[in-house]
T-cell receptor, first 112, second 113 residues
Framework: GNSVTQMEGPVTLSEEAFLTINCTYT??????LFWYVQYPGEGLQLLLK?????DKGSNKGFEATYRKETTSFHLEKGSVQVSDSAVYFC???????????FGTGTSLTVIP | DAEITQSPRHKITETGRQVTLACHQT?????MFWYRQDLGHGLRLIHY???????NKGEVSDGYSVSRSNTEDLPLTLESAASSQTSVYFC????????????FGPGTRLLVL
């Protein structure tokens, strides 16, 4: 079946620290992988995505590389800002359907 | 600009009452989804639709129903609200083709007393 496992939170970092949020997946077929971000009181927004192995998604300084050999899609940012404080969700969409499978979310707080 | 809206944004109701949450999108997307978000569970799929008059059950569909009479709207009905249905509900939509991005509404926070 399809599932996503992501790093438990909460994560607290100082401003300008390096961020990694781990995400691994199990999927049938060839999934697309996504990172969504949820700011307080808002809905989920697409942060980045990758549709095939070795693709790198990037946006707003965040990056994630689709690693088929390790079934991973870890989110990284070199220097976090207070405005990056949010909940981050890893998700996959299988090529056998239009459904998404979400991880449980990782809460990030960045302190000045 | 095209968008997806949900109403109401906040709702308080009593156990046993019927409640309907609205979702409206202006992208002309065929695919629409309802999720609930609870601490420790992330997002769980309630129901989804791939087009007019099509509805499908998701992972946690018991106690919920949907109907799709047009492309733009997918209302979610709680037939007889229970305290276990206190949650934040998100609607999403996506284009036809597989693996395309889902776009989310702002959410409805529901409290069942």
């Amino acid at each position: 079946g399809n599932s996503v496992t992501q790093m438990e939170g909460p994560v607290t970092l100082s401003e300008e620290a390096f961020l990694t949020i781990n995400c691994t997946y199990t999927a049938t077929g060839y999934p697309s992988l996504f990172w969504y971000v949820q700011y307080p009181g808002e809905g989920l927004q697409l942060l980045l995505k990758a549709t095939k192995a070795d693709d790198k998604g990037s946006n707003k300084g965040f990056e994630a590389t689709y690693r088929k050999e390790t079934t991973s899609f870890h989110l990284e940012k070199g220097s976090v800002q207070v405005s990056d404080s949010a909940v981050y969700f890893c998700a996959l969409s299988s090529n056998t359907g239009n459904q998404f499978y979400f991880g449980t979310g990782t809460s990030l707080t960045v302190i000045p | 600009d095209a968008e997806i809206t949900q109403s109401p944004r906040h709702k308080i109701t009593e156990t046993g009452r019927q409640v309907t949450l609205a979702c409206h999108q202006t992208w002309n997307h065929n695919n629409m989804f309802w999720y609930r978000q609870d601490l420790g569970h992330g997002l769980r799929l309630i129901h989804y639709s791939y087009g007019v008059h099509d509805t499908n059950k998701g992972e946690v569909s018991d106690g919920y129903s949907v109907s799709r009479s047009n492309t733009e709207d997918l209302p979610l009905t709680l037939e007889s609200a229970a305290s276990s249905q206190t949650s934040v509900y998100f609607c999403a939509s996506s284009p036809d083709w597989a693996q395309e991005t889902q776009y989310f509404g702002p959410g409805t926070r529901l409290l069942v007393l």
